[in-house]
């Protein structure tokens, strides 16, 4: 059923007329422009298409937009501020924690999401966290390393130290 969709989109109203059962991702990708989201399986397994709806992950290619109504959704293009890129994102950069970049944008989605919700989260916690967002290229380790980078300055910044 064709219908008025409002939600918010990366800290800005937004409202889409269409069928309210097609998926988020297309509406991210085809409707709206932003392509950070990939299509990977289409059925909710490998992560490529993780986008935050009020700071949880989802996983768009299975999510009906009509999910998101009057929601906030935060896709890899929200995610930096003022022009600086986030820590999970900086850290990705230093750590080298992509190659192709395909799975990028889920990966840092998620991450970023577990330490809000765990800052200063495991080696461990972060692994199993991101055991369902795959890699194709095998950046999988330098992409832990990226994130236990992160949650070791959330560590020191609880413990009074520098970030
Ligand atoms: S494309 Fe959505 S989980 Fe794979
Ligand atoms: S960097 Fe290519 S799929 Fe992960």
């Known amino acids: ?26 509406v991210l990708r085809t409707d709206l422009g932003l392509t950070g989201a990939k299509y990977g399986c289409g059925a909710g397994i490998c992560g490529a298409c993780t986008v935050l709806v009020d700071g949880e992950t989802v996983r768009s290619c299975i999510t009906p937009v009509s999910a998101v109504r009057d929601k906030e959704v935060t896709t890899i293009e929200g995610l930096a501020h003022d022009g600086t890129l986030h820590p999970v994102q900086q ?27 765990t800052p200063g989260a495991s080696r461990e916690a972060i692994s199993a966290r991101l055991e369902h967002n795959l890699c194709r290229c095998g950046a999988h380790t330098r992409i832990l390393d990226a994130v236990e980078a992160v949650a070791h300055a959330q560590g020191d910044q609880s413990k009074g130290g520098k970030p």
Do not use: V
């Open 1 to 26: 059923m064709k219908s008025s969709i409002p939600f918010r989109l990366n800290g800005r109203p937004t409202s889409i007329d269409t069928d309210d059962s097609r998926k988020l991702l297309w």
């Open 91 to 117: 850290a990705f950069l230093e750590h080298g924690g992509y190659q192709c970049g395909y799975c990028t944008p889920g990966m840092i989605l998620t991450a970023s999401a577990l330490l809000s919700e």
